[in-house]
Nanobody
Framework: QVQLVESGGGLVQPGGSLRLSCVAS????????MNWYRQAPGKERELVAG????????NYADSVKGRFTISRDNAKNTAYLQMNSLKPEDTAVYYC??????????????WGQGTQVTVSS
């Protein structure tokens, strides 16, 4: 019943913008930190951005800092990733992740199916 569904990916030229959305269902969205990860072919999955349960704090990978903005709307059970000034090296499958911040048997970690972002001229 848990679902994280990403949308908003596509093909964009360098310097362009995209806004990714992640709609969550089947769990208490407001109790989970939300993260965006990405994975390019042949590379490890990397954390791009994260946001705390209330949106009070965010963090970003150095490679996207100043260009990407993560946000959330708990009333809509949705997380967003606004991506500006896109570069070819941003090309990857982007995944939405929900993390309850607990450890061991208390931990819960959910993943979306991914959405392709391609930055190319």
């Amino acid at each position: 019943q848990v679902q994280l569904v990403e949308s908003g990916g596509g093909l964009v030229q360098p310097g362009g913008s995209l806004r990714l959305s992640c709609v969550a269902s089947g769990f208490t969205f407001s109790s989970y930190a939300m993260n965006w990860y990405r994975q390019a072919p042949g590379k490890e999955r990397e954390l791009v951005a994260g946001i705390t349960t209330t949106g009070g704090s965010t963090n970003y990978a150095d490679s996207v800092k100043g260009r990407f903005t993560i946000s959330r709307d708990n009333a809509k059970n949705t997380a967003y990733l606004q991506m500006n000034s896109l570069k070819p090296e941003d090309t990857a499958v982007y995944y939405c992740n929900a993390d309850n911040g607990s450890f061991g048997r208390w931990s819960r970690n959910y993943w979306g199916q991914g959405t392709q972002v391609t930055v190319s001229s």
